[in-house]
């Protein structure tokens, strides 16, 4: 058959601009709301209020059982029922799709990024948590000034593999019609019967992207060391 | 607000007339099982290639290896769907490609394939690493006994990475069992689908996703406990792991 550039020529700026500036401001901000709600997530399990603990613990471990697509369902269909129930409406809330995507990425990533920070939490040091306390620091002191820190700094190479496998995973949007990257593409791909075409340049611009930010994450992991 | 819940929904007749909706939630999870499980058996086999020719001494062959693990590592598993879904047919020879679009599982030929070089990629990364893993001197001691590389990993190598990677090779295969569901995008009725066939046809939203939630969860608690009992008995002598 034959390769036809022209598509891509006609297309890529618009198909770059509106699909990907969707793709990266969704992982952005769930990547930044997960790993807040991931961190609150991580004490939560840690807790000595066991309740509270094993709640993280289920939430962390049923999310993670479950695959994405089907969580990207789940929230498209309960964020505007809870929506509703949350501020009282009768009818559900039309949530819209960008902000049903981020809720249900940063619902989701966070119990990925939970379990790194749990990771990074419990290698700190039990000496520097003792310090704090006899410095007279309170709980939420000695976390937010001396583990917390320490732990994210630890944990950044990792936080920022994860947040790669966020921005892959930003792509099934796609079962619900919205135009990230793929959506965009694969847009043009149907109006223009130009299917090779435009999947293959979706597919050399993810890998072009993601191979830039894992070298990345190499070079910031070696620096550290 | 008023939701009307309808348990029984799942005794109902489906559309089609002859299957309950309690039916095709189970042959949603029939073909859940059946792709991961062709998937993994494909991933195996070609991870454990990529893997070792990653260990090994020569260098073009490690770096055949670390070309072919970047590769399907940095696509999304979406855009990989589609790819051997909608471009590979293309570019194959016309009747190659019209025979493998013709055929009548090709979602999930498709998928299995698609899964299992996606996942490979994955499992190359963890049995290079659990060969690396093993202390330096195994592999120079086999060789100073006089066995050749490839007896080396046979007998030495390879049955004490395998006992090393078992954890992060059972948490793949749950991978497998979740990715699966990316193959909705492209016709597959698998577990997730099927639920959202339910939910399409009968209007029951929560009470479909909650059944297709509760497979996935029973799936993964069986997939782990077996894990257990096999890493148990796999584990080293004297390692931490064993009793």
Redesign the interface.
């Given at each position: 058959m034959e390769f036809d550039f022209d598509v891509i020529r006609r297309s890529w700026a618009d198909v770059l601009l509106t699909g990907m500036t969707f793709t990266l401001r969704l992982t952005v901000l769930a990547m930044a709301g997960g790993v807040v709600l991931g961190t609150l997530l991580a004490l939560a399990r840690l807790s000595g209020f066991r309740p509270l603990a094993l709640l993280a613990a289920g939430y962390v471990n049923l999310i993670r059982a479950v695959p994405l697509v089907l969580v990207i369902f789940w929230f498209y269909f309960l964020v505007p029922y809870l929506a509703a129930w949350v501020i009282g409406a009768d009818e559900p809330v039309r949530v819209g799709a960008f902000w049903s995507a981020l809720i249900t990425f940063t619902l989701f990533q966070a119990a990925y990024y939970c379990e790194i920070m749990r990771g990074g939490i419990g290698a700190i040091s039990r000496g520097q948590v003792h310090a704090a306390q006899a410095l007279g620091m309170r709980y939420w002191q000695c976390m937010g000034y001396v583990v917390l820190p320490q732990a994210l700094r630890n944990m950044l190479p990792v936080l920022l593999t994860q947040t790669i496998v966020l921005f892959q995973d930003v792509s099934l949007v796609y079962v619900l019609s919205v135009p990230d990257f793929v959506g965009a593409a694969a847009r043009v791909a149907q109006r223009d019967g130009r299917l090779v075409e435009m999947y293959s340049f979706v597919a050399v611009v993810y890998f072009v992207m993601c191979c830039a930010l894992s070298a990345l994450v190499r070079r910031l992991q070696r620096a550290r060391r | 607000?008023d939701?009307h819940w309808n348990w029984a929904i799942f005794g109902e007749l489906s559309p089609d007339g002859v299957n309950t909706y309690w039916q095709m939630l189970l042959s949603g999870l029939g073909w859940t099982l059946a792709t991961s499980l062709a998937g993994w058996v494909m991933a195996l086999a070609l991870g454990a290639l990529a893997g070792i020719a990653r260990t090994l001494p020569q260098r073009p062959l490690r770096m055949a290896a670390g070309a072919y693990i970047?590769?399907f590592?940095?696509?999304?598993?979406?855009?990989?769907m589609?790819?051997w879904f909608?471009?590979v047919p293309?570019?194959l020879p016309r009747a190659a490609g019209d025979w493998l679009k013709a055929l009548p599982q090709a979602p999930f030929v498709t998928a299995v394939i698609c899964l299992g070089f996606f996942t490979s990629a994955r499992v190359a990364v963890q049995v290079a690493a659990g060969i690396d893993a093993l202390a330096g001197g195994q592999a120079q001691a086999a060789l100073a006994l006089g066995l050749t590389r490839p007896q080396a990993y046979r007998y030495v190598l390879l049955p004490l990475a395998v006992r090393i990677v078992l954890p992060p090779l059972a948490s793949e295969f749950?991978n497998i069992?979740?990715?699966?569901?990316?193959a909705?995008?492209i016709g597959l009725v698998e577990l997730?689908a099927s639920?959202?066939a339910i939910?399409e046809f009968s209007f029951q939203?929560?009470e479909a996703?909650a059944a297709?939630?509760v497979l996935?969860?029973a799936v993964?608690l069986a997939v782990t406990a077996g894990m257990n009992v096999l890493e148990r008995r796999l584990a080293l002598p004297g390692s931490l792991g064993a009793r």
């Amino acid at each position: 058959m034959e390769f036809d550039f022209d598509v891509i020529r006609r297309s890529w700026a618009d198909v770059l601009l509106t699909g990907m500036t969707f793709t990266l401001r969704l992982t952005v901000l769930a990547m930044a709301g997960g790993v807040v709600l991931g961190t609150l997530l991580a004490l939560a399990r840690l807790s000595g209020f066991r309740p509270l603990a094993l709640l993280a613990a289920g939430y962390v471990n049923l999310i993670r059982a479950v695959p994405l697509v089907l969580v990207i369902f789940w929230f498209y269909f309960l964020v505007p029922y809870l929506a509703a129930w949350v501020i009282g409406a009768d009818e559900p809330v039309r949530v819209g799709a960008f902000w049903s995507a981020l809720i249900t990425f940063t619902l989701f990533q966070a119990a990925y990024y939970c379990e790194i920070m749990r990771g990074g939490i419990g290698a700190i040091s039990r000496g520097q948590v003792h310090a704090a306390q006899a410095l007279g620091m309170r709980y939420w002191q000695c976390m937010g000034y001396v583990v917390l820190p320490q732990a994210l700094r630890n944990m950044l190479p990792v936080l920022l593999t994860q947040t790669i496998v966020l921005f892959q995973d930003v792509s099934l949007v796609y079962v619900l019609s919205v135009p990230d990257f793929v959506g965009a593409a694969a847009r043009v791909a149907q109006r223009d019967g130009r299917l090779v075409e435009m999947y293959s340049f979706v597919a050399v611009v993810y890998f072009v992207m993601c191979c830039a930010l894992s070298a990345l994450v190499r070079r910031l992991q070696r620096a550290r060391r | 607000m008023d939701y009307h819940w309808n348990w029984a929904i799942f005794g109902e007749l489906s559309p089609d007339g002859v299957n309950t909706y309690w039916q095709m939630l189970l042959s949603g999870l029939g073909w859940t099982l059946a792709t991961s499980l062709a998937g993994w058996v494909m991933a195996l086999a070609l991870g454990a290639l990529a893997g070792i020719a990653r260990t090994l001494p020569q260098r073009p062959l490690r770096m055949a290896a670390g070309a072919y693990i970047e590769l399907f590592r940095n696509v999304p598993l979406l855009v990989q769907m589609f790819l051997w879904f909608f471009v590979v047919p293309e570019l194959l020879p016309r009747a190659a490609g019209d025979w493998l679009k013709a055929l009548p599982q090709a979602p999930f030929v498709t998928a299995v394939i698609c899964l299992g070089f996606f996942t490979s990629a994955r499992v190359a990364v963890q049995v290079a690493a659990g060969i690396d893993a093993l202390a330096g001197g195994q592999a120079q001691a086999a060789l100073a006994l006089g066995l050749t590389r490839p007896q080396a990993y046979r007998y030495v190598l390879l049955p004490l990475a395998v006992r090393i990677v078992l954890p992060p090779l059972a948490s793949e295969f749950l991978n497998i069992i979740k990715n699966s569901s990316v193959a909705l995008t492209i016709g597959l009725v698998e577990l997730t689908a099927s639920a959202r066939a339910i939910q399409e046809f009968s209007f029951q939203v929560f009470e479909a996703y909650a059944a297709a939630t509760v497979l996935y969860v029973a799936v993964n608690l069986a997939v782990t406990a077996g894990m257990n009992v096999l890493e148990r008995r796999l584990a080293l002598p004297g390692s931490l792991g064993a009793r």
